[in-house]
């Protein structure tokens, strides 16, 4: 079974800069999207950014313009770079990918745990 982690959330004042890393690892034979979201307590979760695997990205419009999503198809390492953070960021950030593995014959999806990303003074 494919695994996936996030790493890179911390503590940062506003105006600050974080860069995400969601890792895959297993029977992978091609990631054909990768998303990031975040969800803070009592509120849904929302996607922030997606990126399938000709590199075609999509934002949500409060990050557009401060967020950049990339990935690596050969390492299968997703990023996201976060510039001018805002206390608004504040979240729980998840990774989420839509796998074909080489044991299965159908698409999978999968999450990591999240990473804690706190905007603040």
């Known amino acids: 079974q494919v695994h996936i982690e996030e790493s890179g959330g911390g503590l940062v004042q506003p105006g600050g800069s974080l860069r995400l890393s969601c890792a895959a690892s297993?029977?992978?034979?091609?990631?054909?999207?990768n998303s990031w979201y975040r969800q803070v307590p009592g509120k849904q979760r929302d996607l922030v950014a997606i990126?399938?695997?000709?590199?075609?990205?999509n934002y949500t419009g409060s990050v557009k313009g401060r967020f950049t999503i990339s990935r690596d198809n050969v390492a299968h390492i997703m990023h996201l770079q976060m510039n001018s953070l805002k206390p608004e960021d504040t979240a729980v950030y998840y990774c989420?990918?839509?796998?074909?593995?080489?044991?299965?014959?159908?698409?999978?999806?999968?999450w990591g745990q999240g990473t804690q990303v706190t905007v603040s003074s």
């Open positions: 990126i399938n695997n000709e590199g075609i990205t």
């Open positions: 297993g029977s992978i034979f091609k990631i054909y999207s």
């Open positions: 989420y990918a839509i796998i074909k593995t080489y044991v299965s014959d159908y698409l999978e999806e999968y």
